[in-house]
């Protein structure tokens, strides 16, 4: 009786169909493209208010999920993360670069570096770095001194590289890169990352159609391979300092395998160390002084607390805990200008989400952009207030709804590093000078694959009496 009343064969009834996922609307063959490149941050905001947290991106030839809830974080970086690979053109252009190393490597052979790599960056071990850090930023802002000595306007965003660029080769190599090395290797850099956001687009056409800049694409890799296997080949014969980071990897022996990294996974995972950490920190450097100078009252309150614990002399790691203000306005410019401001991911195993069914092959978006102004989770979310990140506010938040350094087993495996590089670097800045913006706007951010500010940050630069 049951197997009749099932029968297929004689139910008159359909089954009732999930809704189509939403689809941004657009143009034929390009699809949303166009009012996405016109103001890729607004179009994102008013797409969620219309379309909800889940909807299909259409770009013309192709399209793909974007996610919009702290909740989709959880489930597709934590819960279900092994059925969201690093796949698809962007990751695909970042392999070329960056070869296996830890952002892009993935199952045991990402584990076992992950493994190795770890205890390098615990917070013990970050201490000893500490005064290589302050040391590298103090030097920055000497550069900085003739700026602010002749009043010229002065480009925060690309002061800020020079500090971060500083901080990561001393603390990667100690003294072992000149000068003029280091500019080659930051040119490359900046180069590379400006060309893999041109593979989200250009990344599915065959390896012989002449993309812009793919040449030189490969130069920047040839002269950043250069250098990276000179200063190796001097590691392993044992000249110069001991203390820094490729040294340290250079001696890891991962415990399960007694295995050590080869000469190609050392320059994979420098190069990763440095296209991952550079670039991020001094992006949420500049917005954070974008930012304070739109709110001179948060300025002057973490130049109060910044005196006070200082008391005018260099900053030590115990101070860092004495300035939770310096921690909050980071925290607050990384919650509304997250450097990494999307995780693209590709979908491996049948999927639901929200009710809705992503086959294999999905390409999908975690857009950290809009977890971090969801307003289910964040009152007036475009104000900044760095007192959202005081303890008592804080505490019953979703855990994901806070993601810059992305979540789960992939998260950050630099976060505490670039935390106190920043509390460190900016705390020093406000000690050393006071800044004037010379426009009255806040800049504009672009659309690259990382979130930077338009014209980098022009600003009117004094030193401190
Ligand atoms: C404000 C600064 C930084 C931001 C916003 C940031 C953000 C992120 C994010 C979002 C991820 C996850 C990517 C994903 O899941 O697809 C990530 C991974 C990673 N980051 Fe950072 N990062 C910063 C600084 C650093 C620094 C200073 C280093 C190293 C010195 C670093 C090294 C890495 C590495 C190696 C990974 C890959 C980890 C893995 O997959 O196991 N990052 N970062």
Redesign the pocket.
Known sequence: MLDTFHSPAISTQTQPQPAPMPQTQGWPLLGSLPHLLKNPFAFMVQARERYGDIYKLNLGVTNVVVLNHPQHAQTV?RDRAHHFR?GGPMWDMVRNLLGN???VSEGDF?LRQ?RM?QPQ?HRQRLAALTEMMVQAIDEAYDSWQDAAANNQPFNMAQGFNHVTMRV?VRTLFGTGLNQDEMNKVAEAMTFALDYLMTGIFVGALPAWVPVPGKKRFQEAIADFDKIIYRIIAQCRAGDGEQNHLLQMLLDTVDDETGEQMSDQQLRDEVA??FL???E??S??LTWTFAYLGQHPDCMAKLQAEVDEVLQGRQPTLADLMKMPYTRMVLQET?RLR???WW?PREVTTDEEIDGYHLPAGTQVVSL?YMYHRHPDHWADPEQFDPERFAEENSAKRHKYAW????AG???????D??LM??QLALAMAVQRFQMQPVNKAMPKPVLSSTLRPKGGFPIHLTPRT
Do not use: D, H, N
């Open positions: 970086l690093k190393g830890l952002v990402w992950r790599m960056f990561i990763t160390l991952a950490g550079y991020t920190t992006i949420a990384m997250p450097p990494s995780l950290t993601v810059p350094f992305g087993q992939r998260l950050c495996i630099g976060r590093f670039a590089e920043g």
